[in-house]
């Protein structure tokens, strides 16, 4: 099923009023962009799902031995400097940009961009759709981002001020700079 937009400029909800709509419906997947139209996905299917768990499996069990920062899920959402509020499949953030939020902005759609993003094509999302989405990350404040098609076992390497890298899944993807020592291994998913 195809994401659902559903405009809202007229009703002019506030971030409390999206979140609470949000929280009342929890068995709805909810994103805002930046022109605050909401955005209703389905849930994934058990394959694409099974892939977020091995992605975030491989950032976890890194990051629990670097202790340099947080991982989150596709349950995660962040309010972005633009205002849209975005849901990634995988996430991380730095312990220092992530001590700099208040707690009870932890409790709800942070306001912060994560410093790592992974967003996964499933067969409902374009890839320009995704690419899009990838692009806003890139452009408030993303430090690095990978798009991963694994119906077409490429992967997109997104770096601010730099143009897009494609890679096919014969080698794992470097965490480079961001992240360093960590790679996904692309064969495992």
């Not at 994103?31 to 139209?37: I, P």
Request: with cysteine; charged share 30%; aromatic share 10%.
């Amino acid at each position: 099923m195809n994401p659902i937009a559903i405009s809202t400029q007229s009703a002019h909800l506030t971030e409390e009023q999206f979140f609470m709509l949000c929280s009342d419906n929890k068995e709805l997947r909810f994103e805002r962009d930046k022109n605050k139209t909401i955005i209703l996905m389905s849930p994934t299917g058990a394959f694409t799902g099974e892939s977020h768990s091995e992605m975030n499996r491989q950032l976890a069990n890194w990051n629990y031995q670097s202790k340099s920062g947080h991982v989150f899920d596709s349950s995660s959402g962040f309010t972005l400097p633009n205002g849209a509020m975005r849901a990634p499949d995988v996430a991380w953030i730095t312990n220092k940009r992530w001590e700099k939020i208040p707690q009870k902005d932890k409790e709800r759609f942070a306001h912060i961009c994560p410093d790592f993003v992974i967003e996964v094509r499933s067969k409902t999302d374009t890839l320009k759709q995704q690419q899009e989405k990838m692009e806003e990350w890139i452009e408030n404040g993303c430090r690095l981002g990978w798009l991963i098609d694994i119906e077409n076992k490429t992967a997109y390497i997104y770096k601010p001020k730099r143009a897009v890298k494609k890679q096919f899944f014969k080698s794992a993807l470097s965490g480079e700079e961001v992240l360093k020592g960590f790679e996904l291994n692309l064969s495992e998913i």
